[in-house]
């Protein structure tokens, strides 16, 4: 599956790994909320590369939540890092039935199964065992699942098994996502001349 490609970037944003220290995930989360419990959306813009824009459509969309005094929550950034892994490679559509699969709607907590930024820890944690490897195959992306929400515990029954499935297809389309990136850096080679033979993959 992984076709040995890798990304550098922490997933959903435009951050390279290293000039964080090499977190993803929750570190990641609670490095950019270490001074401030809310960031404004200029940051949000900054980080994750999203226009403002396509930003105000997911709000208005109910995304996101409410703002406390326009600043924005860990929890909210963490949706919409994962809302941005998403948007490349599937519809809006369905990035928005997924994110209600998993946790119905952002401001109503009793059908809540995972924080979103705990969510965002687990596909971080995941992509990190994908991308160490040369091959996955569906079978241990499904292991990864296991291995790293080994200590998720219920809120709902069933849950687990519908955060197991979420993450399987965040997981894919996110590389979907990097593969397709991949695929256009390696045209614009093309057409730029660059190849020094015919080899695509070198």
């Known amino acids: 599956m992984t076709l040995g490609i890798i990304d550098d970037h922490i997933p959903g944003t435009v951050m390279l790994k290293k000039t964080m220290g090499n977190v993803t995930g929750l570190e990641f989360l609670n490095k950019i ?11 949000i813009r900054e980080i994750s590369g999203v226009d403002g ?17 326009k600043k924005y929550s860990k929890e909210q950034l963490a949706r919409l890092l994962i809302i941005n892994m998403l948007r490349d ?27 979103e930024s705990e969510l965002y820890d687990y596909v ?12 996955t195959t569906n079978e241990q992306l499904r292991n990864y699942i ?6 998720y515990v219920e809120r709902i029954s069933g849950a687990k098994k519908r955060l197991h ?28 001349g660059d190849f020094a033979d015919d080899r695509l993959v070198q």
Not at 33 to 43: C, D, K, P, R, T
Not at 124 to 135: A, E, R
Not at 146 to 151: G, L, P, Y
């Open 33 to 43: 909320f270490y001074i401030s419990n809310g960031i404004m959306l200029q940051q």
């Open 53 to 69: 824009s396509t930003l105000q459509n997911w709000v208005k969309r109910g995304w996101v939540g409410t703002t406390i005094n």
């Open 89 to 115: 490679s599937m519809l809006l559509e369905r990035i928005d039935y997924l994110m209600k699969y998993i946790n119905g709607s952002f401001n109503n907590q009793a059908d809540k199964i995972i924080l």
């Open 124 to 135: 971080c944690s995941i992509i990190d065992k994908v991308m160490n490897q040369d091959k």
């Open 146 to 151: 296991r291995e790293c929400t080994e200590d």
């Open 165 to 192: 499935s979420a993450l399987e297809i965040i997981v894919i389309t996110y590389y979907a996502t990097i593969i397709q990136k991949h695929s256009e850096s390696l045209f614009i080679r093309i057409q730029k």
